[in-house]
C-alpha cells in the first residue's frame, strides 16, 4: 500500500512539474527577457511587455509546444488508466498499457527539451535556460523512471 501511495505521489508530481514546465514563462531567460513557448516577456522602462515568438523558426516552435502539450495529455491519461487498471486489471498481470502510455510522455517532453536545445537557442551567448527548461529534463526523468515502474509492476495477488 506504501508502495502504491508512493507511485502516485510520484507520478502527480511529474504531471505537476510537466505543466509548471509547459506553462510558465522562464525556458529561457535574461536580465531583460524571459521566454517561454508561447511568448516573450520583455522588461522595458521597469514594465513587462509580452511579445510574440516571431524570431523563433516556426516549425521547430510548434513542435516544442506540441509535444510538451502532448507530455502534459499522456501523463495524466496514464494516471487515470492506471487507476482504471487498479480495480480492473486481473490480480498478477503488469500495468503494460499505463506503462506504455508513460513512456510515450517521456519522450515527448524529451523531444521538446531536445528540439529547444538544438534549435531554438544554439547561438545565443547572452542568457541562459531558465527553471522551466530545468523542469522539463527533470520531468523527463522522473516520467522515464515512471513508464520503467509501471512496465515492472504487478498487480498483488492476494
Not at 30 to 41: E, I, N, Q, Y
Not at 44 to 52: A, E, F, G, L, P
Not at 115 to 133: F, M, N, R, V
Not at 142 to 150: E, G, K, S
Request: net charge negative.
Amino acid at each position: 500500500m506504501l508502495m502504491l501511495g508512493g507511485i502516485v505521489v510520484l507520478h502527480v508530481t511529474t504531471i505537476i512539474l510537466l505543466l509548471v514546465a509547459t506553462i510558465d514563462n522562464a525556458w529561457w531567460v535574461t536580465d531583460t527577457v524571459s521566454t517561454d513557448l508561447w511568448g516573450k516577456w520583455v522588461l522595458t522602462n521597469s514594465v513587462w511587455h509580452y511579445t510574440n515568438l516571431k524570431d523563433y523558426p516556426e516549425e521547430y516552435l510548434q513542435t516544442v509546444q506540441a509535444t510538451s502539450v502532448l507530455a502534459c495529455i499522456f501523463s495524466i491519461l496514464a494516471l487515470f488508466v492506471f487507476v482504471a487498471q487498479l480495480f480492473t486489471l486481473p490480480k498478477g498481470q503488469r500495468f503494460t498499457f499505463t506503462g506504455i502510455l508513460q513512456l510515450i510522455a517521456c519522450l515527448c517532453i524529451m523531444i521538446a527539451a531536445a528540439i529547444y536545445t538544438a534549435e531554438l537557442h544554439a547561438e545565443d551567448t547572452q542568457g541562459g535556460y531558465g527553471h522551466s527548461y530545468i523542469l522539463a529534463w527533470i520531468s523527463f526523468v522522473f516520467t522515464f523512471l515512471l513508464a520503467i515502474v509501471y512496465l515492472v509492476l504487478r498487480k498483488k495477488s492476494e
